[in-house]
C-alpha cells in the first residue's frame, strides 16, 4: 500500500518560515519523481514545485521562487518544502505527490499525500 504522509503544516506569521515534510512508503521512492501541489479554498489544485528522482533537477512556480525550495532525501523516503517569506495567499492544503515525469501537470503524478493545511495571517 503506497502511503504519502505531509507534516508541518500550521499558523505562521506573514514574512515567516515553514518547512514541510513528506514521508513516502509502499514504492520505491527513488525511482519517482516528487512534487508539491497545494490548493487554496474556492481554487483549483496549483503545482508549487518538483524534484527529479536524484535531486539535481527541479522546476519551481514563478509565484514562489526564491521564497520556496523543494528538496529531497532518498535514504529517508522524504521530499522536502522550505517555505520562506510566507504571505497570505500562501494559505492553502499543501499536498505532494509522486509521478514518472518532472513536470507541473498534476495529472501526471500517480501517488497522492492527504494534504497539511497552511495558513499565513497576523
Known amino acids: 500500500q503506497v502511503q504519502l504522509i505531509e507534516s508541518g503544516g500550521g499558523l505562521v506569521q506573514p514574512g515567516g518560515s515553514r518547512e514541510l515534510s513528506c514521508t513516502v512508503s509502499g514504492l520505491t521512492f527513488g525511482n519517482y519523481v516528487a512534487g508539491w501541489f497545494r490548493q487554496a479554498p474556492g481554487k483549483e489544485r496549483e503545482f508549487v514545485a518538483a524534484?527529479?528522482?536524484?535531486?539535481?533537477?527541479?522546476i519551481t512556480t514563478d509565484s514562489v521562487k526564491g521564497r520556496f525550495t523543494i528538496s529531497r532525501d532518498n535514504d529517508k523516503n522524504t521530499v522536502y518544502l522550505q517555505m520562506n517569506s510566507l504571505r497570505p495567499e500562501d494559505t492553502a492544503v499543501y499536498y505532494c505527490a509522486a509521478g514518472g515525469s518532472l513536470v507541473s501537470n498534476p495529472r501526471q503524478y500517480s501517488f497522492w499525500g492527504q494534504g497539511t493545511q497552511v495558513t499565513v495571517s497576523s
Open positions: 524534484v527529479s528522482t536524484g535531486g539535481g533537477y527541479k
